[in-house]
DNA sequence: TAGATTGTTAATCGATTAACAATC
DNA sequence: TAGATTGTTAATCGATTAACAATC
C-alpha cells in the first residue's frame, strides 16, 4: 500500500509491463478492462493487479473496470514517459551503438543528446542521428548541455572511475551495462545494473534443469 | 532450503552474481572468504549467503569459511558455465549483432553456431565469426546442427510465431530481447525475457523520484 | 583447547493472495 | 434494484534475517 511516501520496488518493477499490455489493449481498441481479464492476460492474480494500481489511488470504478487509456496514461505520469531527461550514451562499441540506435529513449522520458567514445578511430562516426564524440569533449558538453541520465557501455575496468567523474559533472542517473556492480555512494544517484550475462547464465541454468529431467 | 528438488527462483538469480565476485576474488588471489567479508562486498547479508549456498549442501567449512576458487567452480557447475548448448541469434539488425559479438557465450554454457535474418540485404554479412544466413536457411540448418538455444532480437509482432517455429524444429530455451512477453506452453521450454524498455523505465521512475525530493 | 565461522532452526518481515464490504 | 467489480482489510505464503549449536 503505502500511500504514506515510497513504493515498494516489487511493484515498481512491475509497472512498465503494466504500461506495455495496456499500451496494446489500447491499439487493439480496447476500452475498458477488469483486474480479472487483465490478469489472465498478464498472467497475474486480479488481487495483485489492484493492490499494486491502488498503491496510487482509485484509478478503477467499481462494477465497470478500468478505463484502459486512462490507466495507460495514469502509469505513464507516474513512470514520467513524459519527462525528458537529457541522456548521454558513454560508449560506441556493438553496444553503445546498438542501445543508441535500438532503444525508444524519448517514449521513456529521455532524450538521447550525445554518444561519446575515447577511441580516436570511433569519433566522427554517424550513429543514428546523432555523431560520436571523444570523450575529452565531455567536460565541455556537460557543462554547456547538462545532460542527467547516462548510458554506461564501457569496459568493467573503467566504469567506476567514468561514473564518479560524471557524477562530478552532474549526471544523476545511471543505466549501467558493463559487466560490473556499480554502486554510488553519493545520496540521490539513481543506478540501474542491466547484467546481460547473467540473465544468459540464469537462462543456461533453466536448459540445464529442464535437460536433467 | 529445499533439498528435496527445486530451488527457489529468488535464489538462482542471485547466483550468477555470486559466481562473478567469486571470478573478481580469485583474479585478486583471495584464497578464502567468510560469509561475512562476502557480504559486505555483495552489499547482503551473511545470512543470506549462508542459506542460498546451502541449497547445494555444504561448501563452507566451520572456523574457516569458503575456499573461493573450489566455491566459484561449484556455483559454475550448478549453473552450467560448462554445457556447450548450440545457440542461434535470429535477427541481425543492431541489436542481433551487438548481442553476438558483445556477449561471451562460451563461458557462459553456450556455443554460438549461427545467425540468421529475413532481409536480403543482411545475407552474407560477417558478424564477429558468423556469417549471416536466411530465414529460409533455418530449418535445414536446425535439422542439421539441432542447436538449442535461440536469442530472439527480432520485432515483437514476429516473436510468437518465430518462437513457435523454432519449438517445432527441436529449440529449447529462448533468451528473448523483442518488446514482447513471450510464453510458450509447451512444456520443457524455458523462455528469459530481457525487456530493456522496461529497464529505462524503471531508471526513469528513479531519475523523477528523486528529482522531486 | 579457544576462536572463528559455518549450517540450520526459529523469528521476522514483506509480498502475495483471499475475502468481502463498499459502491458504481 | 441487481450485478459486477473495485478498494481494502485480513490471512497466507515465502523470503530474509537473527540466533545459536555444531564443528573445523
Not at 493487479?49 to 478505463?67: A, K, P, S, V
Not at 543508441?100 to 578511430?121: P, S, V, Y
Not at 554506461?152 to 549501467?176: H, M, Y
Request: charged letters at 25%.
Amino acid at each position: 500500500m503505502a500511500k504514506n511516501g515510497t513504493i515498494s520496488s516489487s511493484v515498481i518493477k512491475r509497472l512498465p509491463r503494466y504500461y506495455r499490455f495496456l499500451g496494446e489493449l489500447m491499439k487493439n481498441g480496447t476500452e475498458r478492462i477488469s483486474s480479472r481479464e487483465l490478469s489472465q492476460l498478464m498472467k497475474l492474480t486480479a488481487s495483485q493487479i489492484r493492490q499494486d494500481l491502488n498503491c496510487f489511488g482509485g484509478f478503477g470504478q467499481q462494477g465497470y473496470g478500468y478505463h484502459v487509456r486512462q490507466l495507460h496514461e495514469e502509469i505513464g505520469k507516474i513512470l514520467g514517459v513524459d519527462k525528458k531527461y537529457k541522456t548521454i550514451v558513454i560508449g560506441a562499441g556493438n553496444l553503445g551503438r546498438a542501445i543508441a540506435t535500438h532503444i525508444n529513449f524519448d517514449t521513456r522520458g529521455c532524450e538521447l543528446i550525445g554518444i561519446f567514445d575515447r577511441k580516436e578511430e570511433l569519433k566522427g562516426l554517424q550513429v543514428g542521428k546523432l555523431t560520436v564524440t571523444g570523450t575529452d569533449e565531455l567536460e565541455r558538453f556537460c557543462r554547456r548541455h547538462k545532460p542527467v541520465v547516462a548510458v554506461l557501455c564501457i569496459p568493467k575496468s573503467d566504469t567506476q572511475e567514468i561514473a564518479d567523474k560524471l557524477v562530478s559533472l552532474g549526471l544523476r542517473s545511471f543505466w549501467n551495462f558493463s559487466h560490473y556492480d556499480l554502486s554510488i555512494d553519493h545520496e540521490n544517484i539513481v543506478v540501474e545494473n542491466v547484467h546481460l550475462g547473467d540473465s544468459l547464465l540464469t537462462l543456461t541454468y533453466g536448459t540445464k534443469t529442464v535437460e536433467e529431467q
